[in-house]
């Protein structure tokens, strides 16, 4: 009897540290999986700010171009309709570009 208690017990005791090294991949995974998660939103971040940059810059070049063009076309009008429809005007054709 004793020794089929201690059977159990040792086998217990088996699947107790198969289970832990289980437990210990699993985490290990989790942590990986948790690094990669960082690194692609840290990457997403970087680029997201690239592009809005890149955006600024455009659309800075946009309304230079768009002012540049509204006091060739339209001497010194201050509305703001119409540099707003040629602003939409050079966006568009600098988009098809």
Request: proline residues 1%; glycine residues 0%; charged residues 30%.
């Amino acid at each position: 009897m004793i020794d089929d208690l201690t059977m159990v017990l040792q086998n217990l005791d088996v699947e107790h540290n198969d289970s832990k090294k289980i437990i210990n991949e699993r985490e290990n995974e989790c942590q990986d999986l948790r690094d990669e998660l960082e690194t692609t939103r840290h990457n997403y971040e970087e680029q997201l700010r690239v592009m809005s940059e890149h955006f600024a810059l455009l659309n800075s070049k946009i309304e230079n171009q768009s002012s540049s063009s509204d006091a060739s076309v339209i001497p010194n009008t201050s509305n703001s309709t119409s540099s707003s429809n040629s602003l939409k005007d050079n966006l568009r054709k600098y988009v098809r570009k």
